[in-house]
């Protein structure tokens, strides 16, 4: 039985960081800072995992789909009444990958987690591991490079609609 990445992860940071304590290793500042911040960003990566599964199988219950998480291409966090995750997340439906949009609304203190955005922003015609093709050829790396420039698109047309909706608002209320 194989343990899960994350967690060996985990251990492998609380190893490496009581190695440090307990022999005497000192980096000038205070070290506990820096594996709170290791140990913030194993959190919020499983935590991103975690909504990304639950707006998957949300939308599976909803639409009588079938598809499969992949992995999280890029996530955001909001701190509102709870967390609000914004992910680009790839799940596959036949075999075939493609990329969605979620937003997940959390609040873990009243067991509470709400779908509020779901949908199709694009097929992922990446491999799973970014490479370059046997033949010698770049195909796999184009469309690594391809998927990257897909997701700074729909990230700078959110940014333009979010900013317009602000400035209207500021004028409205000025």
């Known amino acids: ?4 990445r994350r967690a060996v992860l985990f251990a492998a940071v609380l190893l490496a960081a009581s190695a440090v304590a307990a022999s005497g290793f000192h980096l000038g500042g205070d070290e506990s800072g820096l594996v709170r911040g290791v140990l913030a960003a194993l959190r919020e990566r499983a935590e991103a995992d975690d909504a990304a599964r639950f707006a998957v199988s949300h939308h599976n219950k909803n639409q009588g ?11 955001k966090r909001q701190v509102v009444t709870g967390t609000l995750h914004d992910l680009i997340l790839e799940a596959a439906d ?3 990958k493609s990329l969605y949009r979620a937003k997940v609304w959390v609040k873990p203190w009243e067991d509470f987690k709400s779908v509020v955005e779901f949908r199709l922003i694009g097929d992922s015609e ?6 370059v093709a046997s033949d010698g050829g770049s195909g796999q790396a184009v469309s690594k490079l391809s998927l990257e ?3 700074v698109q729909e990230e700078a047309r959110l940014h333009t609609v979010e900013n317009d909706g602000l400035s209207s608002e500021f004028a409205s209320s000025s």
């Open 149 to 151: 420039a897909d997701i």
């Open 1 to 4: 039985m194989t343990m899960p």
């Open 65 to 75: 789909t079938s598809l499969e998480f992949t992995r999280v291409l890029k996530s």
């Open 94 to 96: 036949a075999g075939k």
């Open 126 to 131: 990446s491999g799973s591991e970014p490479s």
